[in-house]
Structure formats: C-alpha cells, structure tokens
C-alpha cells in the first residue's frame, strides 16, 4: 500500500522480529554487565570457560516503572 517493493517489506518484518526476540526472549536478551553480549553468548563463553555444560533451570524477571 505504501509502495514499497516487497524485498524492503521483508526486511522490515525481519528487522521486527528480531527486535521483538530481543526484548522478549531471554537467550537474546542483552547480558546486563555487558550489553555487548547476549545471555545465549554469555552461557557460550562460561560453557567454553568451564569445560561443563550449563542449563537455566529458571530465571526471576523484574520490570521497573509499573504500577
């Protein structure tokens, strides 16, 4: 409707998705003392690091500025 070619609304459904994956899932989410990273890169290195295999068994999620 717009008049974008149908490549360009690839791309931004893409570019959507990937945004929504990294606020919403926590493997994609950026790592809070290095937000060059994500949590999934954080668990790669500390599983390279270790030698072990690291599973998240459960996780607590807090949210400011809601009432």
């Known amino acids: 409707e717009?008049?974008?070619?149908?490549?360009a609304?690839?791309?931004i459904i893409k570019g959507k998705?990937?945004?929504y994956y990294q606020e919403q899932?926590?493997?994609e989410q950026a790592f809070i003392k290095d937000?060059?990273?994500s949590i999934q890169g954080l668990l790669s290195q500390k599983i390279a690091k270790l030698g072990e295999n690291i599973t998240i068994s459960r996780?607590?999620?807090y949210?400011?500025?809601?009432d």
């Open 9 to 11: 609304w690839e791309k």
């Open 25 to 27: 899932c926590l493997l």
């Open 63 to 66: 949210q400011l500025g809601q």
């Open 35 to 37: 937000p060059s990273i």
């Open 59 to 61: 996780f607590t999620r």
């Open 17 to 19: 998705l990937e945004k």
């Open 2 to 7: 717009s008049g974008k070619p149908e490549a």
